[in-house]
């Protein structure tokens, strides 16, 4: 019996957060502390002729100017000194500030100015001149589409069956091209660290969501061992994947802190976040779709080509997941990358998915007005029980009962299909549906639980949490197998001197380190066991492991009322804890499934006919991602994504003009975000599923999940209401006069 | 931010003074928009005098109408009982205006002397001819999707951002500014705020050093049809593509006055006497308002991505009529 998980818990952390007392990386007190600016570029593309600090040198304050001119380089150290699997990341061709006079793109660094105060490096900054050969930047995917290239040209795409002789076959064809912009994920808490050096050991406190990505990436940019690096991050302020790959000024900071001999932080501006990491890629897709005049789909053809940086071949998975959504028999899918003089573009919440099903998702409703027939019927004409491509049956896939429950309580069968049929007044009303689709990953993880004679369990895992509970749901599993109350646990992550764990994203974290801590937590049961079962009067002689549980400190049989008390066994033993490290790893059970999470949404719309102004005045949302451990913090992801879908479907783009390569709106009061007067009725629920086969908890991927239906579900409602098809995101009114 | 002097001024003609001796002196009153142009290096005074502790916002009935203290916050502006009675037009036109937070802090000389949102105003490293004259327009071929329809130059194409002076054109608002030489002097609201021509650096026909210290409405006859309707990319926080201010006076089914203004489409408030002309005399139908939009937004001159800004425009006032008309609030 469950005590703690399926039931709501609030966060652990939330009282350390609302009174302030939660540190985030910017905001430990470091003594004797330097504050660095950084000054960015005026031009998208070409090298810094010259670069004067003399004035900003000179200003109240300041320290020093770092630029290209004077920044060290580290020598690489004999090889001897590194073991190998710290050399290992020589894949990390992140961008890394003031190697060179190059300038890949706007408002790219510089130079750091160091100074005593914030205020005065700020000031300071304005003052350091540079003057460049300035070259013409490319910066336009949509004007070099014809550039497009694979990454990996020796591996073109693979098609299923004859997609190309399908469509030329197909009855009833749709064909169309899709574009969304730029996006930023814009959390609310900038990026920033503080480095200082002990000698040739290095502390980092930095915004990320992967304390071991960032020592890994600084080990490389420094020719020193991991060992001697440590990188702490026990709370961040949203990061959506802005704080996945190592960012440049992590490096930067330590570096100006090695060169000053002080500690140093540096804290990005708003302005500086939007080329500080990296972004939502600007993408075109075109979708072509074969159907039988029955809605059964026999082609599919996705071409899709996003913007790269010139440094890095960054492709955008959009057409992974679109690919193995619907029984097609026939498919090719194919992402290509263009080379832009822009910086490299990262992981944005449900990155690659939420793109590419808004191309699919849109496309599919284009098909149902084409054959005439109910979206939500053509999603079940064409259900799945087998991954198209493997044919593997999926682990669990509750997806029709998603369609049914949310369609139900939505109203959905009192549509009328007719575009501009639905009125609320002189508003327009549009009722649009979408599928949502995410993985069920897991990756290697490890933890380390402590069960302590005092009562009390510590449980620490090298993971982040950024914001969607995971301090909570740790403590959660960790108090349920260790069976402890709540409050006796502990769970720390955030620094890399805990037990390896892979970065917070791909919304594997649960999965990944949960399984981990469970894992731990039966490791520790079974040593239990072992000690009960040196003493003479142990009921568990004959038990098997699965026969037994910890509960309320006490261990004992299932099915009787045998049980010996854990931590007077512990005291007999003289034992003050007992400790497991321990790394979960995916099962290769997996192997013979295909896994996924899914979703169904389904979205209200009103717009106004003179305007063009649209409000998304319902949303329902009904997600099948496993079981459900923390009902509270699980919706709050749910919500989240619907939030963001709409911020996706009407508001956000990140505007670059192209005859300078620069982006124009990097702030929040021109780069728009829903605020709560956009946010109307949002209702989630969850359809469960007993899946053991994808992780021992049963648990999938939904932090992404929630947002990955909504853009094209807004769209295709935009459509049903005013008969306008906007392939162009975001919906701005204009695009609707 | 560069550094700067300030100074927390005790009575008005003390603050003209200080200013006025000082060509790089600024005031500051909410400092809503004036700091955040300081961080970004736009605004570079050196000197700040702090008038928001002056005894200027008292909101007060007058023989002719109503004065409202320049440092009466936005948000006691609107909600002011006078207000909301006797000139709802001006209340709906300050709540479509930026925030909770921002109109308890704004006050109402800041809100007219507000700067542009044009976002190559906001980069220094952008040319723009307001910042930096003589460094060229950045939006004139570039990102102006929220710039000028009406009555721009080559030298910008920059629209005054502000919700509450549309509002105040439209109600014949006087503006009481106390003069470098120490008198009041009045400047109708329509005389307040430039075109760009040649000078587009200066927003408004102030003389430097000159405190607005009152905003003077007379009585009318609008209150029971007037309507503020802002069009937005957002439904709060967001700057208008479009707004406007339309207020009606009627007599049996005629039009007797009219008052039509356009907001975000131009270097100030928009007021349409062509539009106010044509629904003169005319009966309050829906024919006659789009007769009146026409006759508005005909000289309009779109720009590479403003031009749904025209038929957005057109629909707006036709809009803002029906609904000044029904007597809706905003």
């Given at each position: ?48 002729r010259s ?43 992140s ?20 100074a005593e ?15 460049y ?57 900038p ?47 949203g ?19 090695r ?8 804290v ?18 075109k ?14 053809i ?45 992981a ?29 019927e ?71 639980v ?13 993971t982040?949490?950024?914001g ?6 740790m ?20 620094d ?50 699965e026969?037994?549980e ?27 804890e ?25 979205v ?15 949303a ?6 496993g ?27 990140t ?23 956009d ?19 049963g ?18 409602a ?20 | ?17 200080a ?9 500051l ?45 936005n ?13 709802p ?15 308890n802090?704004?006050?109402?000389g ?16 952008m ?9 060229g ?33 439209a ?27 040649d ?11 000159e ?22 990319d ?40 062509e ?6 005399g ?32 057109k ?16």
């Open positions: 019996m469950a005590r703690y998980i399926g039931k709501e818990m609030s966060r652990v952390d939330g009282f350390a957060k609302v009174t302030g007392r939660a540190k985030y990386a910017a905001e430990f007190k470091v003594p004797n502390l330097a504050y660095g600016f950084i000054v960015t570029s005026t031009i998208g593309k070409g090298t810094i670069i004067d600090t003399a004035e900003a040198s000179r200003a109240p304050g300041v320290i020093q100017v770092l630029t290209h001119e004077n920044y060290p380089k580290p020598a690489p150290p004999a090889a001897p000194e590194l073991k190998p699997e710290e050399n290992r990341n020589v894949r990390d061709r961008f890394r500030a003031l190697q060179s006079e190059q300038i890949f793109f706007n408002m790219q660094p510089i130079a750091l100015v160091l105060s914030f205020e005065q490096a700020r000031y300071a900054a304005r003052l350091v001149k540079a003057t050969n300035e070259e013409k930047p490319m910066t336009d995917l949509e004007s070099s589409l014809d550039k497009a290239r694979l990454a990996n040209p020796s591996r073109p795409p693979r098609p299923r069956g004859n997609p190309t002789e399908a469509l030329a076959a197909a009855p009833v064809k749709v064909e169309a091209e899709y574009t969304i912009p730029i996006e930023h994920h814009n959390p609310m808490e990026h920033g660290a503080i480095a200082f050096w002990e000698g040739d050991k290095l502390t980092v406190f930095d915004k990320t969501q992967g304390v071991r990505v960032v020592q890994q990436h600084l080990a490389t940019s420094f020719h020193i061992p991991q060992a001697n690096i440590q990188v702490i991050s026990p709370f961040v302020g990061a959506f994947g802005s704080a996945l790959r190592p960012n440049y000024y992590p490096a930067l900071t330590a570096m100006a802190a060169v000053i001999k002080r500690p140093v932080k540096v990005y501006t708003r302005q500086q976040m939007f080329t500080g990491h990296g972004y939502r890629p600007h993408t075109w897709q979708i072509s779709l074969g159907a039988q005049a029955d809605g059964k789909l026999t082609a599919l996705h071409d899709s080509r996003n913007n790269s940086s010139n440094f890095e071949d960054y492709v955008e998975n959009t057409t992974g997941m679109p690919r193995s959504l619907y029984a097609c028999p026939n498919a090719l899918t194919s992402q290509q990358f263009v080379h832009t003089d822009l910086s490299t573009p990262a944005m919440r449900a990155p690659g998915a939420v793109s590419g099903m808004f191309a699919l998702e849109c496309a599919m409703d284009e098909l149902a007005y084409a054959l005439k027939i109910d979206p939500l053509l999603r079940l004409v064409n259900f799945s029980d087998v991954d198209p491509d493997s044919g593997k049956p999926y682990s669990s896939k509750a997806l029709r009962e998603c369609y049914r429950l949310g369609a139900e309580k939505f109203g959905w069968k009192n549509r009328t299909p007719e575009p501009r049929s639905m009125r609320d007044g002189r508003l327009l009303v549009g009722w649009g549906m979408a599928t949502g689709i995410w993985g069920a990953f897991q990756r290697p993880a490890s933890a380390r402590a069960l302590r004679v005092d009562g009390t369990a510590h449980v620490s895992s090298a982040a949490d950024i969607p509970g995971t301090y909570t749901v403590t959660l599993i960790a108090a349920e197998y260790l069976g402890l109350p709540a409050e006796r646990v502990k769970f720390e992550l955030g890399t001197r805990f037990p390896p764990a892979p970065v917070q994203g791909g919304s594997f974290t649960t999965a990944s380190v949960g399984s981990a801590i469970y894992e731990a937590a039966q490791n520790i049961r079974g040593r239990l066991v072992e000690l009960a079962n040196k003493e003479a009067a142990s009921p568990f002689k004959t038990a098997k492991i026969d037994t910890l509960l309320d400190g006490r261990l004992t049989l299932r099915g009787s009322s045998q049980s010996v008390d854990i931590f007077a066994l512990m005291r007999r033993n003289n034992l003050s007992l400790v497991d490290v321990h790394e979960a790893k995916p099962s290769p059970e997996r192997e013979k499934y295909a896994t996924g999470a899914h979703g169904a949404q389904f209200e719309v009103k717009v106004d006919p003179a305007t063009g102004v649209v409000q998304v005045t319902r329902i949302e009904v997600t099948a991602c079981k459900i451990m923390n009902p509270k913090t699980s919706h709050s992801q749910e919500i989240g994504g619907v939030v963001w879908g709409i911020g996706m479907a009407l508001q956000e783009a505007e670059v003009d192209h005859r300078y390569g620069r982006i124009m709106n990097p702030n929040l009061q021109h780069y728009h975000v829903p605020v709560s007067a946010i109307h009725e949002i209702e989630t629920m969850f359809v469960e599923e007993d899946d053991k086969v994808v992780n021992p908890l648990v999938k991927g939904m932090g992404e999940l929630g947002m990955v239906g909504i853009p094209a579900a807004i769209a295709n935009v459509f049903h209401a005013t008969g306008k098809r906007i392939r162009d995101l975001p919906i701005t009114p204009d695009k609707l006069l | 931010m560069k550094s700067f002097k300030y100074s927390v001024a005790k009575e008005a003609t003390g603050a003209v003074r200013v006025s001796a000082n060509p790089a002196a600024k005031f009153a909410g400092g809503t928009n004036l700091v955040d142009l300081m961080k970004e290096y736009v605004e570079r005074p050196s000197e700040v005098v702090d008038v928001s502790r002056l005894n200027l916002a008292q909101i007060r009935e007058t023989s002719n109408g109503i004065s409202i203290g320049a440092l009466a916050k948000s006691d502006t609107a909600n002011h009982p006078l207000v909301r009675q006797n000139y037009l001006l209340s709906m036109a300050i709540l479509a205006g930026a925030s909770a937070q921002l109109r802090m704004a006050t109402n800041g809100n007219l002397m507000q700067r542009t949102r044009c976002q190559y105003f906001y980069d220094t490293a040319p723009c001819n307001k910042r930096e004259p003589g460094s327009c950045g939006a004139l071929e570039g990102l102006n999707r929220i710039h000028a329809i009406l009555g721009y130059s080559e030298n910008c194409v920059a629209t005054y951002p502000g919700d509450m002076a549309n509002a105040l054109y109600l014949d608002a006087i503006i009481r500014v106390r003069g470098t030489n120490g008198q009041d002097r009045t400047i109708a609201v329509q005389d307040f705020h430039r075109l760009p021509g000078m587009p650096q200066k927003d408004n026909n102030l003389a430097h050093g405190l607005i210290v009152a905003i003077e409405i007379p009585r009318n006859n609008f209150a029971a049809k007037s309507y503020y309707l802002k069009v937005r957002r439904a709060s926080y967001a700057f208008a593509l479009v707004s406007v201010a339309a207020a009606l006076e009627t007599r049996g089914d005629a039009i007797e006055r009219a008052r039509v203004v356009l907001g975000s489409v131009a270097h100030k408030p928009w007021r349409s006497t539009a106010e002309r044509v629904l003169v005319k009966p309050a139908t829906v024919a006659t308002f789009e007769a009146a939009a026409e006759a508005a937004l005909k000289d309009a001159k779109p720009l590479e991505h403003n031009g749904y800004k025209v038929e957005l425009g629909r707006s006032i036709v809009l803002a009529l029906q609904r000044a008309m029904s007597g809706e609030v905003a």
